[in-house]
């Protein structure tokens, strides 16, 4: 007889929510409750820096980096629509210009004029979308082993173009969830790939429908973040995993032409999550970019 796996994850995000001194939110953008995380408050000389996740991902990701950074600075980390305890709608588009246009409503409620955004994958083409379409623009992006990027100069950034990530990304079973938690970072099983593969695969293989939607509304037009970058971006900086198998490291060439003066990073030994994996190099170049832009 086959027991139900108890879901442990609900209780583990309020543990996690309690040491990092966050406090959760909601706001309603587009038809969709979207919870958040917040710590501190915004200033004129206060960062306010949002955080972004990446697909099959959720805002918890970045607790270790929100240890990391400083305790005075404003973070806004949310789960973006139709991840985490946001809410997911069948009819909606998840695009990455769609969930751009959803934050940029968010934000425009804070209107912070010292605001800094960072995304990771996902986020990170999420990220190079909402810098472009803001009111007021962020002072600096960082972008974390960014989807949307080509891996190739030279490539057509008409969609529709094709992605054979979900094999990965989307897991089936708990061999598919196993396999996706020790290939997004070194592409190797890690005793922190084991423990998420226990503790998020009851969550992540109840979203198989939402997550597989999501992911073709993303892939429709996979490179449309690269039509966004370019001269008129904010100060860039680009963080990377040389061992990363889900958006390999020849992307990094492309910001090269796209733009030079981008401030790039690539970290050896890691794989697709910095933040996760590399969270104390990772968190410090990206406030030490941030402190020079500020």
Known sequence: MNLPTPNLWPAARIGQRWLLRAHRKEARVDGHR?????????????PTLVLLHGFASMKENWA?????????WHLLVP?????????????????????????????????PNNLHIAGSSMGGAIASVL???????????????????????????????????????????????????????????????IAMTGLLGPDLLQRQNALRHIFNDMVADALAPARYLGNDTPPLQVQWGEKDIITPTRCVDWFAT?????????????GHLPMLESPVRSAAVMEAFIRRHN
């Open 131 to 193: 810098a472009h379409i803001l009111e007021t623009g962020p002072r600096t992006v960082t972008l974390l082993n960014s989807a949307g990027i080509p891996e190739h100069t030279g490539a057509d950034l008409s969609p529709p173009t094709r992605s054979d990530r979900d094999s990965i990304l989307i897991p089936r079973d708990w061999a598919g969830v196993y396999r996706m938690f020790n290939s997004v970072g070194k592409g190797k099983p890690t005793l922190p790939g």
């Open 79 to 111: 789960d973006l629509p139709g991840f985490g305890e946001s809410q997911y709608h069948p009819e909606a588009c998840y695009s990455y210009e769609n969930q751009a246009q959803r934050l940029s409503q968010w934000l425009s409620t804070y209107a």
């Open 64 to 72: 270790l980096w929100m240890q990391k950074l400083p305790a005075d």
């Open 258 to 270: 796209a733009t030079p003066e981008a401030e790039v990073h690539v970290f050896r030994g890691v």
């Open 34 to 46: 979207m919870v958040f995380l917040e710590r501190g408050k915004p200033g004129p000389d206060t």
